[in-house]
Nanobody, 117 residues
Framework: QVQLVESGGGVVQPGGSLRLSCAAS????????MGWYRQAPDKQRAPVAS???????YYTDSVKGRFTISRDNAKNTVYLQMNSLKPEDTAVYYC???????????WGQGIQVTVSS
């Protein structure tokens, strides 16, 4: 059974930092592009960042320079370091795994990040 388990969310003040972790099991980690999505109230779920097995990264424009995605293949874990957090970063964050061959898509259950003073 595939499991993606997120941790590290919570409430932080503007300008603060959080580090999200996603521990994956039931997949061959190296065959998956790992990523983070988020869904704010009344908005569509949107991609935040992704990373290939080779280390190529993608970031949505609004988080560039503030967020860093990384992966530890030995631990089957992907991270999202979030710095200089803004209230507009408030959302439920979802871990995502996209298997290359065959093409499959897996999701974590989501974790709340709230940025508020």
């Amino acid at each position: 059974q595939v499991q993606l388990v997120e941790s590290g969310g919570g409430v932080v003040q503007p300008g603060g930092s959080l580090r999200l972790s996603c521990a994956a099991s039931g997949i061959i980690f190296s065959r998956n592009v790992m990523g983070w999505y988020r869904q704010a109230p009344d908005k569509q779920r949107a991609p935040v960042a992704s990373i290939t097995n080779g280390g190529a990264t993608y970031y949505t424009d609004s988080v560039k320079g503030r967020f860093t995605i990384s992966r530890d293949n030995a631990k089957n874990t992907v991270y999202l370091q979030m710095n200089s957090l803004k209230p507009e970063d408030t959302a439920v964050y979802y871990c995502n795994a996209k298997q290359i061959e065959p093409f499959l898509d897996y999701w974590g259950q989501g974790i709340q990040v709230t940025v508020s003073s």
